[in-house]
């Protein structure tokens, strides 16, 4: 079966820092793949879609790219609100297999 | 404003029945997808189904964990869609969330279902 991955699991960092996030696909997805993100105790937000299209409303320092199966979801100057747990999704084809999320905090 | 409310949820025991329903509005229903999701205590998102919308055949399709065991349906007359869990298992123990659109641009806040004896 399909199979998601992402790297790193978790992961800390100072405000102001440019995080990435990757994650990968066993097969190709045609770059329908999106990323969500989940804060502590909250519904999960589309954050971006086709790889690399912003969700309306999402602040501009959030930022996908694709290259291949690789996907990354980049985060330039980090801030204290973006500590939450972030998901890539495919959604090419059934099943829409998420990945197993990287958890993101604040050094 | 998009609304997606969940409701159903509870206490049920392994191998009894529960049925999910998830009311919509603020956007039209029968145009989009309707998603379930879960999400164990303390873990990460899972793909449970979708139903498409009636432009796309209207059908349901599955995750392989609750294939033969899960139903989606939908009423775009009621603009509600349905989750029937049959033959629950102690691992389907979960927030389950509705999702609208393809991706998930839409979420319910979701309803805890509880597995147990």
């Known amino acids: 079966d399909m199979q998601m991955t992402q790297s790193p699991s978790s992961l800390s960092a100072s405000v102001g820092d440019r995080v990435t996030i990757t994650c990968r696909a066993s097969q190709g997805v045609n770059n329908y793949l999106a990323w969500y993100q989940q804060k502590p105790g909250k519904v999960p937000n589309l954050l971006i879609y086709?790889?690399?299209t912003l969700q309306s409303g999402v602040p501009s320092r959030f930022s996908g790219s694709a290259s291949g199966t690789d996907f990354t979801l980049t985060i330039n100057s980090l801030q204290p609100e973006d500590v939450a747990t972030y998901y890539c999704q495919k959604y090419d084809s059934v099943p829409l297999t998420f990945g197993p999320g990287t958890r993101v905090d604040i050094k | 404003e998009v609304q997606l409310v969940e409701s159903g949820g509870g206490l049920v025991q392994p191998g009894r029945s529960l049925r999910l329903s998830c009311a919509a509005s603020g956007f039209t229903f029968g145009d989009y997808y309707i998603n379930w999701v879960r999400q164990a205590p303390g873990k990460g998102l899972e793909w449970v189904g979708f139903i498409r919308s009636k432009t796309y055949g209207g059908t349901p399709d599955y995750a392989a964990s609750v294939k033969g065991r899960f139903t989606i349906s939908r009423d775009d007359t009621k603009d509600i869609a349905y989750l029937q869990m049959n033959s629950l298992k102690t691992d389907d123990t979960a927030v389950y969330y509705c999702?609208?659109?393809?991706?998930?641009?839409?979420w319910g806040q979701g309803t805890l279902v509880t597995v147990s004896s």
């Open positions: 999702c609208g659109q393809q991706p998930l641009g839409y």
């Open positions: 086709g790889a690399s």
